[in-house]
T-cell receptor, first 113, second 110 residues
Framework: KQEVTQIPAALSVPEGENLVLNCSFTDSAIYNLQWFRQDPGKGLTSLLLIQSSQREQTSGRLNASLDKSSGRSTLYIAASQPGDSATYLCAVKPESGYSTLTFGKGTMLLVSP | DGGITQSPKYLFRKEGQNVTLSCEQNLNHDAMYWYRQDPGQGLRLIYYSQIVNDFQKGDIAEGYSVSREKKESFPLTVTSAQKNPTAFYLC?????????FGPGTRLTVL
């Protein structure tokens, strides 16, 4: 059974720092990996989707990488801002079967001014 | 605007009552999902539906029921058999391997 782990569980940084969030998964037979952002009491917003054949995706200050063979993905946030404060979740979709995602428990990020 | 709507935003239930959470999407997505989120436990899949009039149990389906009579709608009923229903419930739909989420419903048992 696929397991997704996110480290660290919580992170607090001052504004302006570059930071890296980590996601690891136990079964490398994935179709894609998706990073989400969740604000308190809200739904999830998709940030980046990386197909299994891709190595990375970029959107603005965000860059996500994928190393499928080692079961790892990182989300890099450049020049962090207080508005980046949220919980970040990663999820993997299996190669086979229906489109059911397996989620990590998330990293809670706090960026202080 | 295209998107997923969930209602109500907050819901209170007395023990022994059934309640139904609404989820509607106008994205024309075939697949829809219900997740439960508890503090520190991430998202867990309750039910999913790939097509109208068909749905499958997820990891924690006991005490829940769903229907999929229309492509746009996927309501979730939390029955009295669900012993610990207080949680945040998220509905999602998907296309091309990417999932899109609604704003969620917070259910509290009084």
């Amino acid at each position: 059974k696929q397991e997704v782990t996110q480290i660290p569980a919580a992170l607090s940084v001052p504004e302006g720092e570059n930071l890296v969030l980590n996601c690891s998964f136990t079964d490398s037979a994935i179709y894609n990996l998706q990073w989400f952002r969740q604000d308190p009491g809200k739904g999830l917003t998709s940030l980046l989707l990386i197909q299994s054949s891709q190595r990375e995706q970029t959107s603005g200050r965000l860059n996500a990488s994928l190393d499928k063979s080692s079961g790892r993905s990182t989300l890099y946030i450049a020049a962090s801002q207080p508005g980046d404060s949220a919980t970040y979740l990663c999820a993997v979709k299996p190669e086979s079967g229906y489109s059911t995602l397996t989620f990590g428990k998330g990293t809670m990020l706090l960026v202080s001014p | 605007d295209g998107g997923i709507t969930q209602s109500p935003k907050y819901l209170f239930r007395k023990e022994g009552q059934n309640v139904t959470l609404s989820c509607e999407q106008n994205l024309n997505h075939d697949a829809m999902y219900w997740y439960r989120q508890d503090p520190g436990q991430g998202l867990r899949l309750i039910y999913y539906s790939q097509i109208v009039n068909d749905f499958q149990k997820g990891d924690i389906a006991e005490g829940y029921s769903v229907s999929r009579e229309k492509k746009e709608s996927f309501p979730l009923t939390v029955t009295s058999a669900q012993k610990n229903p207080t949680a945040f419930y998220l509905c999602a739909s998907s296309i091309a391997g990417s999932q899109y989420f609604g704003p969620g419903t917070r259910l509290t048992v009084l």
